[in-house]
């Protein structure tokens, strides 16, 4: 996988802070000066919907924002997995929150990381934040992008009526990046 180019798919239920994560990384891309395309998809239903974000970030303009293939998944649930886990490209990526996913998939063919995501946020205070623990994960294991930059982009895309959430929010992404560097009991990476 080159970690200047990702197809990245990030996908659970609505109320998951599924759409943020997306924006998020988006924002933190056009930080850092990098080419980046976000398209957001959810059901009708405004929470227990399904929602996903594809994100394209790349050193070279982008054509096109569609993608077949994804290098990496950020999936939230069972059923986000069942969906797109055929769709990664073989050799790539899936970070997967153990927390509400308990199968690793069939396919021999990709890296499966296994990360208890909401219940590392629930020790943080709040399951809402699990979303932040998975872009730690993607961070510490693609180094896509700076979690500097990520933090930056938090500062701006919070709404300032919602800024006491930031430290927290930074928190998260900080266990998601140790839990990743240190190898912890909550993280199982392996073959699928």
Same mark, same amino acid.
């Given at each position: 996988?080159?970690?200047?180019? =990702?197809? =990245? ?15 998020? =990384? ?56 069942? &969906?797109?886990?055929?769709? =990664? ?7 997967? $929150?153990?927390?509400?996913?308990? $199968?690793?998939?069939? &396919? ?60 927290? $929010? ?20 392996? &073959?699928?």
């Amino acid at each position: 996988m080159n970690s200047k180019n =990702l197809k =990245l798919i990030v996908a659970g239920f609505g109320g998951q802070g599924i759409l943020f994560a997306g924006k998020l =990384l988006a924002y933190a891309t056009m930080l850092e000066g990098r080419e980046v395309t976000c398209f957001p998809s959810y059901g009708a239903e405004m929470r227990g919907g399904t929602a996903n974000c594809t994100i394209i970030i790349s050193d070279e303009m982008i054509g096109s924002p569609v993608v077949n293939q994804p290098d990496v998944l950020l999936i939230m649930n069972e059923a986000s997995m069942e &969906r797109f886990v055929p769709k =990664l490209k073989s050799g790539g990526l899936l970070i997967m $929150n153990s927390s509400l996913i308990k $199968n690793l998939p069939k &396919r021999q063919d990709i890296e499966a990381l296994q990360i208890d995501a909401t219940g590392m946020a629930e020790e943080l205070g709040s399951s809402q934040i699990a979303n932040m623990i998975m872009i730690g994960a993607l961070i510490a294991k693609t180094g896509i992008i700076s979690v500097d930059t990520v933090f930056n982009a938090l500062e701006d895309i919070i709404s300032e009526r919602k800024k006491g959430i930031i430290p927290v $929010n930074q928190t998260a992404i900080k266990r998601g990046l140790e839990g990743i560097n240190l190898n912890n009991t909550t993280v199982k990476s392996q &073959r699928a």
